[in-house]
């Protein structure tokens, strides 16, 4: 069965004060991972799109990358406005478009 | 261009009562999936609809339905409502011809059953 683990279930920073949260897999065939951000009474805002072992993406100040078991969410210098939820999901081959959702990393920032 | 729109966004309804959610994808998107969100079980995946044919479906009872009409649009349907009901209902679409792109989702529905 897809599974997805994210840690740590809440993280508390400083302004300023970079960290990475980290989203752990088992699928039968990657097909994607993605990352969302989501705030309280809202849906998931899109983030980042990976593929394939090796392949980063940047965004401001944030950074996505992925190896074959885990990904990697690196906070550089974040800011209040970044406090969220961050979500890590993966679609496997088998299974059409459904998405496996982890339970995400509560992230605050404190000013 | 505008976004994936969900109605209503708030409901409460009485246990036994049965509920239709609306959902209209971003412009030009013809997969539609929908979610269900609770504090303990996260993000859950209840069924994905594509040029109105149901592709996959999650672990839920029959009482969970949905369909999508011509113009993409969805709806989904929860009969006999069950106080574990109650959650964040978020509807997504995909576009592109890939089956792996992003997914963008709603707003989502809060849906209190009492």
């Known amino acids: 069965e897809d599974q997805v683990t994210q840690s740590p279930e809440a993280l508390r920073l400083q302004e300023g004060e970079s960290s990475s949260l980290n989203c752990s897999y088992t699928v039968s065939g990657l097909r994607g991972l993605f990352w969302y951000r989501q705030d309280p009474g809202k849906g998931p805002e899109f983030l980042f799109t990976?593929?394939?072992a090796g392949e980063e993406k940047e965004k401001e100040r944030l950074k996505a990358t992925l190896t074959k078991k885990e990904s990697f969410l690196h906070i550089t210098a974040p800011k209040p406005e970044d406090s969220a939820t961050y979500l890590c999901?993966?679609?496997?081959?088998?299974?059409?478009?459904?998405?496996?959702f982890g339970q995400g990393t509560r992230l605050t920032i404190n000013p | 261009k505008a976004g994936v729109t969900q109605t209503p966004r708030y409901l409460i309804k009485t246990r036994g009562q049965q509920v239709t959610l609306s959902c209209s994808p971003i412009s030009g998107h013809r997969s539609v999936s929908w979610y269900q969100q609770t504090p303990g079980q996260g993000l859950q995946f209840l069924f994905e609809y594509f040029s109105e044919t149901q592709r996959n479906k999650g672990n839920f009872p029959g009482r969970f339905s949905g369909r999508q009409f011509s113009n993409s649009r969805s709806e989904m349907n929860v009969s006999t409502l069950e106080l574990g009901d109650s959650a964040l209902y978020l509807c997504a679409s995909r576009g592109g011809l890939r089956r792996n792109t992003e997914a963008f989702f709603g707003q989502g529905t809060r849906l209190t059953v009492v």
């Open positions: 999901a993966v679609q496997a081959s088998q299974g059409a478009q459904k998405l496996v």
């Open positions: 990976l593929y394939s």
